[in-house]
């Protein structure tokens, strides 16, 4: 026959005739033939060969025979632990099988599989998910599933993962005549104690702080004799043998103080896990995701229940802006690479009319890298149309601060603020900028030179000319990025900053938090409201559209500035993932403060509906 060159495979799929479905070279010591998907399950089949010299073919080999077998389950990713247990899910391939098994195991090392499997009952044909209530804790779980039909199965192991001790659930805390009463139910069969940590809230005044008792490991509820009148968090921690801790979510409650006091009424609500939050003018909640290299996405509150609008291909490559119109549409700003590979990035405004989005590309620049979500910012004027500034990349030693709006047919209009002609020497010099449109429509650009410690304040007049002055100077160790601006219903511009202090006035260097504010065309001296050992970064800020009343979120305190004065109120410290609080005004100029208790997404990057403190002013 002369020398062999290659080998021609044949295969015959259920009563089908033989086929030629590929050919491999002669010199190989080994091939992997796949049959196509399309090929039923369960499903026999023979496969030949023969050898192939030139035009000239050899006699067949023997047969072999193959059967199909049932589809394996796909492995899905593993959530260690959600709400009530184990999150354990998976894709199901098969169309043939009758039954399903899903076994569970345990180990202590991550590297062993289970000796032992036990059946997890109640899941029927079909089930791809379930949450795993009996899942082993201070352990690695495994998982796997089997498919049968008649005599044969197919079995895959889906995951595994560790899974702590678990945490008290089922926190209820209901307020007496004097006290608190708090009731949990233990799920932790390891815990050799429970504590019970308070923490005050909202200028609550208690004889202690912190750990208020250490019971049992099987108590279930605990008499707070000691809480006075005013707002708490309490926390249930189950303590392990090796002195573990676990911490359940932390619930507020409202020890009753003398009725028609001025407060805050307090609830624990459901709300969606967002990186921002806004108070629509209809009253509704908007949340948005910001962070990370994914699609755009609001989160709204649907006719019965949360509902996600995704806005798919808006990839982004960097953090997002939220802003909300007077119609309560939510309005984003965002960041995605240009096409021609330069280096360069377009900015793109997106809006959420109903259901349906629409986006528009604004300029295609090349934005400040460093510090982007501080050196680009926009905001909605009264009719909703946006307003943008940013800062560009040197260019031949060249950089420019630029603001951005539509005109009258359409178009975007760009104009130059030039900030060399000011002294200006590098783009690190400008810190965070902030945009703000006064009850005219026209823009107000503030931002601080940390270097020369001065905030800068630009007005872009009626004329369109832009004038540029000085709101503050010597402001020691400014370069902080922590700045936020507002107007009252009054119209005065007021800004807030975090600097340090000269060491001639203060050596130990504390940070302080200080406002000052436009009042008839001069600027106020720095007014400090606050000092603190070390730096803050960033903090919400609200204020009232109907009154003077200004709200910020500064290191765990509230500070509420009215006509009458300023108030500071102490909330809780941050226990398991608190966020700080946020306050905003509401339609009714009631101040309303929110806190997420957790702030975590899933992996897979679901909607997660986690608890929320909801403190609403009473009047």
């Known amino acids: 026959m002369g020398t062999v060159e290659a080998y021609e495979l044949e295969t015959k799929i259920g009563s ?47 047969e072999c025979s193959y059967r199909i077998g049932i589809a ?23 169309q043939v099988a009758e039954s399903l098994v899903v076994e569970r195991g345990f180990t202590f090392d991550s590297a062993t599989q289970p000796q032992a499997w036990t059946v997890i009952p109640g899941l029927p044909m079909g089930t791809t998910k379930f949450v795993d209530t009996g899942a082993t804790e201070a352990a690695y779980n495994w998982y796997r599933v089997t498919y049968r039909k ?50 005050s809230d909202l200028d609550a005044k208690s004889p202690q702080d912190g750990l208020v008792a250490t019971l049992p490991a099987t108590a279930n509820s605990f008499d707070d004799v000691d809480a006075l009148p005013g707002f708490y968090t309490y926390f249930v921690r189950t303590v392990g043998p090796s002195g573990d801790l676990v911490v359940s979510f932390g619930l507020p409650a409202q020890v009753p103080s003398a009725p028609g006091q001025p407060g805050f009424s307090t609830a624990l609500q459901t709300l969606p896990v967002g990186t921002h939050r ?13 962070s990370g290299l994914s699609d755009i996405r609001v989160i709204l509150r649907g006719a019965v229940d949360w509902e996600v609008r995704d806005f798919p291909g808006s990839t982004r490559t960097a953090n997002s802006w939220l802003r909300v119109d007077g119609q309560s549409r939510p309005h984003v700003a965002y960041l995605k690479d240009a096409p021609d590979a330069s280096g360069k ?52 030693g060249q950089f420019n601060m630029e603001y951005c709006r539509k005109g009258g047919n359409g178009l975007w209009l760009f104009e130059a603020l030039d900030p060399q002609l000011q002294g200006i020497e590098s783009v690190n010099d400008v810190q965070k900028i902030c945009l703000m449109l006064d009850l005219t429509g026209r823009p107000h650009v503030v931002f601080g030179t940390g270097y020369y410690g001065i905030i800068r304040h630009v007005l872009r ?75 803050s970064l960033e903090w919400p800020m609200a204020i009232s559209q109907s009154t003077d ?19 500071v109120t102490q909330f809780a410290q941050a226990y398991y993932q608190q966020e700080a609080p946020r306050p905003t005004f509401d339609g009714q100029d009631r101040l309303i403060v929110t806190r997420m208790v957790t702030s975590a997404y899933d992996r897979d990057r679901n909607m997660v509906l986690g608890p929320c403190r909801v403190y609403t002013e009473i009047p």
């Open 72 to 94: 394996p389950a796909l492995r899905s990713v593993y959530k260690p632990m959600v709400p009530g247990g184990v999150e354990v899910l998976w894709w199901q391939q098969t």
């Open 150 to 199: 008649g005599q044969e199965s197919v079995t895959t192991n889906i995951g595994s993962g560790w899974v702590p001790m678990l945490p008290a659930t089922n926190l209820q805390v209901v307020p007496k005549v004097t006290g608190v009463t708090l009731s949990w139910q233990n799920q932790s069969h390891l815990g050799s104690s429970i504590q019970v940590y308070r923490t």
């Open 549 to 567: 009343r200004v709200a910020l979120s500064y290191q765990g305190r509230l500070i509420l500035m009215e006509p009458a004065g300023t108030s």
């Open 461 to 535: 007049t009626d004329g369109g000319a832009w004038t540029w002055e000085q709101a503050a100077s010597n402001l020691y160790d400014l370069n902080r990025g922590s700045l936020a601006i507002g107007l009252t219903a009054a119209g005065k511009l007021r800004v807030f900053a975090e600097h340090g202090e000269f060491p001639a006035v203060d050596p130990t260097h504390p940070i302080t938090l200080s406002m000052i504010e436009q009042i008839d065309g001069s600027w106020s001296a720095p007014k400090v409201l606050h000092r603190r050992p070390y730096v």
């Open 278 to 290: 806004v108070l629509a003018p209809n009253g509704q909640w908007v949340f948005g995701d910001h």
């Open 16 to 62: 089908q005739p033989y086929g030629l479905p590929a050919r491999f070279t002669a010199n190989l010591q080994r091939w992997d033939y796949f049959f196509d998907a399309s090929v039923p399950e369960l499903t026999d089949c023979l496969l030949r060969l023969r050898a192939v010299s030139g035009s000239r073919h050899s006699a067949y080999s023997n």
């Open 345 to 396: 990035r377009t900015l793109v405004h997106a809006w959420l009319d109903g259901v349906t989005w629409h986006s528009e590309d604004v300029a295609t620049r090349l934005f400040s890298e460093a510090f982007v979500e501080r050196r680009l910012t926009f905001n909605l004027d009264a009719a909703g149309a946006p307003h943008f500034v940013w800062m560009t990349e040197p260019t031949n």
